[in-house]
């Protein structure tokens, strides 16, 4: 593995609360995505970072937030959970833009009541 | 802005038999372009990229696509499917900006 960690694995929550995931990298690398998982449409770019406080918008962060204030952690944040958020939602790593591959941690599946 | 679309959302093949997965792009930019599995449960694993050094690219677990400029594809390969290739396979693109954009899907079936 690529030295990524996604926590929590598992979470349950109900409509309405605040939820945060967290990414850890022990790579060292500039750019980190946070994408979801959903059937029918693969992968989809939530938000991503490439470099300490700098941030951008995917194409599907409405309702999402996120925070780098150190190299290796990056967060996730649902301001207030919706059940359309319930997915599996995947951190990603990269050395640099262009022709560099992405590096998956193992995924969090994130249930919205 | 850049895109790509997988042909087929499941695919079945007989165990020996050629596996075709299929892959068009959309950039307004010469592309880096990539594939990549992903078994149940699991993060996605880079099967192979191309980077415009060759058309003809081969990657991991005897898997190769070409890349047609033409046809804006990029097509993915194996000559003879073995029962361990069954997974669902992503096509993704990344031009000149920072992120990656992914296809639905592939999920490739392997019949004994």
């Known amino acids: 593995d690529a030295g990524i960690t996604q926590s929590p694995r598992h979470k349950v929550t109900e409509t309405g609360t605040p939820v945060t995931l967290r990414c850890h990298q022990t790579e060292n690398h500039r750019y980190m995505y946070w994408y979801r998982q959903d059937p029918g449409h693969g992968l989809r770019l939530i938000h991503y970072?490439?470099?300490?406080?700098?941030?951008d918008k995917g194409e599907v962060s409405d309702g999402y937030s996120v925070s780098r204030s150190k190299t290796e952690d990056f967060l996730l944040t649902l301001e207030s959970a919706t059940s359309s958020q319930t997915s599996v939602y995947f951190c990603?790593?990269?050395?640099?833009?262009?022709?560099?591959?992405?590096?998956f941690g193992n995924g969090t599946r994130l249930t919205v009541t | 802005a850049q895109s790509v679309t997988q042909l087929g959302s499941h695919v079945s093949v007989s165990e020996g038999a050629l596996v075709l997965l299929r892959c068009n792009y959309s950039?307004?930019?010469?592309?880096?372009l990539f594939w990549y599995v992903q078994y149940p449960n699991q993060g996605l694993q880079l099967l192979l990229k191309?980077?415009?050094?060759?058309?003809l690219v081969k990657g991991i677990n005897g898997f190769e696509a070409e890349f047609k400029k033409s046809e804006t594809s990029f097509h993915l390969t194996k000559p003879s499917a073995h029962m361990s290739d069954a997974a669902e396979y992503f096509c993704a693109v990344s031009d000149q900006a920072n992120d990656m954009r992914f296809g639905a899907g592939t999920r490739l079936t392997v019949k004994p």
């Open positions: 990603a790593i990269r050395r640099d833009a262009n022709n560099s591959p992405l590096h």
């Open positions: 191309y980077t415009s050094a060759a058309t």
């Open positions: 950039s307004s930019v010469p592309p880096y």
């Open positions: 970072s490439y470099g300490v406080k700098d941030t």
